[in-house]
Nanobody, 121 residues
Framework: QVQLVESGGGLVQAGGSLTLSCAAS????????MGWYRQVPGKPRELVAV???????NYADSVKGRFTISRDVARNTVYLQMNTLEPEDTGVYYC???????????????WGQGTQVTVSS
């Protein structure tokens, strides 16, 4: 009943930019955190950036100063602006959200299907 749909991935040259979007839809009462994670083959999924409602965004050290996470609360959407991309940024980027579907529901974590980002050198 909740769906997270990412968009904006693709192929870009090193030094270029991409913006990822993730929209949450369905039965949603409240969203706390929304974030972006990255996974490459053979490695665990790692945090890239996370935005907590009313809090300061957190970033992986490797992307600080280059990536910016932002949210459109009214649209239940989170964005990841990625600048000065490096080949090491290549991977599948997953969006996630911690949300409640009703006032009495428990917080649950939902994931998107992932979008591929490839940075060529």
């Amino acid at each position: 009943q909740v769906q997270l749909v990412e968009s904006g991935g693709g192929l870009v040259q090193a030094g270029g930019s991409l913006t990822l979007s993730c929209a949450a839809s369905g039965t949603i009462f409240s969203i706390n955190t929304m974030g972006w994670y990255r996974q490459v083959p053979g490695k665990p999924r790692e945090l890239v950036a996370v935005s907590e409602s009313g809090g300061t965004p957190n970033y992986a050290d490797s992307v600080k100063g280059r990536f910016t996470i932002s949210r459109d609360v009214a649209r239940n959407t989170v964005y990841l602006q990625m600048n000065t991309l490096e080949p090491e940024d290549t991977g599948v980027y997953y969006c996630n959200a911690d949300l409640m579907q009703s006032r009495r529901a428990l917080w649950r974590t939902y994931w998107g299907q992932g979008t591929q980002v490839t940075v060529s050198s």
